[in-house]
């Protein structure tokens, strides 16, 4: 585990210094913060990350491609070999692309391939901000792109994956958002106010799987305690939250049909903001609901 | 198959004609039609159903146990064995109590002899109006009952289910309501009108499968042309409704994110009203929606 | 009261007759009807009207103006006067403007005025599509259009004024759509069915005043009997339907706050299209209401 | 102006300065503050408040109508005449009491003449609590009560007024809430998020008039800067919001009718419980909307 630095110390670092710091954001690129170091001192840490991009986006398409090269593919060969860096490994393992059937892994060799023999270099995303399904999607949808939209949505993911790696690893003011974030709240309009005591689910609805990521029971306003998903980008994908509300209506007393009308409901939505507020209420009487995204 | 009746010509035949042509409605009992017979001309057929049940309501429970006694068990050996009457093989087809796997058949068995055991006469249930999961349910609910509460709940079963078998088998004024509805309509909100040309699956959701039931899309108004379901009891269970709203609002070429907030939209409801009117709308725009039980 | 007429006694009729019958739907012009008399017969009355309307499109500018000014200024001298055609007494009277006061009456003796100021022919707008309001307010909008765009609008009102007048003095098949509809429906969600017995108040909404339209109290579906406005073209203006809910729940026995957070329902919504079905729905508890444009 | 004391100061001064801040909360009754000195030291002002009311509701039915006696009556005489107690005058003022029309006061006088000859004390109301409309439903309510019940009305007014008036003297931890919330929020379901820019007015609804008392307009998040009413108890009695939704969408450059469907949205309300928290959004599309009590 590489320690937390302050900007105020990246500031005061020698060249030396700070390129070592930071030439890991770039799988190992020292000329990258070099470029940088020059400008310092940086008033915030998005400051520093926009001046780390700047030499990157000054580069002609075969420096661009050069540097895309140092990245290993998506769940690939260099993941299984152990021969990736350490960020790449860590980002690999939250979305389990280290824990890939046979056949998924032969999927994604397979659209590597392809992609690289397309456009000569690795496919980038910035896993992080992606649910399994929307990576694979991606992968198919940017096949499609000539070599020029390609190149920058290739850069744009760098920008991502790089920002996220400098906010862990640089505390100070500034920093860019990087955090999106899930609430729901349910009202109870039998009784005009919070519904308290409701169990609620998150789920991650994939093409092929359903997982449950989260669990909560609202509070007296009708509100669960914590966002239902906060502090890291959420994933771009479908979901699914399910209120618990005949248990809920039952709980309360109130005289519902053996086969109630409203039981278990689900309401499935997408995300597409991985920085976004996702407010995702539930407006509901034992006979109707109501929800919308909200902020 | 036997041929229909109509309600005049059974009100002008003779009493031998009028017990042989409705025995079989209580598996072959012809001292209910002989009761029945001498308080013709009925004027309607729900009060020729009275008239049928009346005598059998007058029983002791002694008498009443012996009655049910000539109905077979659900999903039992007669049913395997070809044994059960012709009006009972149907019934038994349409919730597939006649392809049951060895282990639902063990299961229905287990049932029949611990309610036998404790009864002294067979479950009777009117399956017509039940979901697969709604007559487990209820075998295990009526199980818990006391001997009186339990024969009144079979004796209602019963008028159920002879009520289907004379609305199907006589013609005339006056028939007593047997048949359910269930129908939806979508408004799209974001242009203040029917939402014409969306697709709309209904699932039956059960505990452990999911059946497709139907499946339309939407006319010039928002509705489909016929309702989801009719014509029929709507037996008693839990179902979904689907609503393709990212399809039919990026078929309008509004845009939407590439991965929308609202794409299929799952409306999941309980019916426990059989013949009641289900009317289950949805009024949506890409970022909110609201439904009801309607009428 | 000038008699009905059929559409077959119209193809039948003498050119003299056929003139003579339909001459005062352009305020007296003989040369419209006889150019549309060749033209017989006439499947539909859509296909009548159509006919008379040709040969008006067909004129220059000048003749354009020439016929319009053969039509009373709107709310002018001729209708105090007394010299107005029939249709056009009748139709002022449905909107007030024989009863304008003394203020009112400059109001649109000034915009009469200023109109032929500009324009060289009277103001024409179908009356009985219009509120008062909307009348002023398509006064104000017009007198900015240029010539060719207004000689356009008064075509277009024109072929209005005479679709009604030709729709209630000929019967026959294929009669344009001239009334639209105003309808309403309160869904209980405290129960989960049609809110029965409910007073419903309909206003039209006016810059100065507030007219009751309609009152009704909805059935056992919570419908009203009939729509709250049909059988005529609806007016173009603001209106305000006033659901009594406070009341209803109250005499549901339903336990209120002293002072009920929803009481008297106001739902204010305009209507643009005058043959258009309006269909404005409260789906309501005491503590929430939903309402849309529906169809 | 009476100078503000901190709940410490209270706690250390003498029986006699004690006595001498506090003996006007009750309308100059130095026993009432007397009895409660000796509990000395109270840890919050709200066991403070609890202190004083303890000898007062230990009274009996005669002590309490003496107590009562020294209150003056409501919009009376001595509110014209310049006779009445500092926090009165105040009080009155709140409420426009001391602006009666002629009318207004003759109505006040037969009421608190009506309520003497019963009762034989003066009408006690928390006015702060109460619009004009709610205090006038409220005397006649009162009027109908015997006279123990009226009695406990009486003195749950006085544990209102000395409430309020013991939080506005006294600083100091465990303060009761005394200040009531109304929020909005509003939705734009077109668009996925809260409404920017949006004009919001509240009324209050009364039965002879409608008073503005507040405008804003929805910051970048649908919401208005500061709670709509706040900071003091709400007023019981109805209430008016009005979105203007028409003007927000057309200077959103959103397509609408000419006569929108939804122009201005009134949202109409009832307020019951002074120091609760109302929240009523707005989700609304051009052609929906949903509104709800909220918290």
Known sequence: MVPRLTLDALNAATTAEFVAALEDLFEHTPWVPEAAA????????????????????????????????????????????????AASVSEHAGLGLDRL?????????????????????????????????????????????????????????????TRLRLVERVDGPGAPATAGRLSTHVLDTLRGRGAAGLRVELFEVGGSARARLAEAVTNAEGRTDAPLLGGAPLRVGRYELVFHLGAYYAAAGVALPRQPFLDEVPIRFGIDEPEGHYHVPLVASPWTYTTYRGS
């Open 38 to 85: 020059a400008q310092r001192p940086f008033a915030t840490v998005a400051a520093l990350h926009a001046a780390l991009m700047r030499p990157v986006l000054a580069l002609p398409p075969e420096g661009r491609k050069a540097l895309l090269n140092r990245f290993p593919d998506l769940a690939g060969k260099a993941a299984r070999g152990g021969t990736m860096g």
């Open 101 to 161: 059937s046979e056949a998924e892994f032969a999927t994604f060799e397979r659209l590597n391939a392809a992609y690289r023999d397309r456009f000569g270099f690795p496919f980038m995303i910035c896993v992080r901000r992606q649910t399994r399904d929307a990576v694979l999607a991606a992968f198919e949808r940017r096949l499609r792109h000539d070599e020029a939209t390609e190149l920058a949505a290739a850069l744009a993911e760098l920008g991502f994956i």
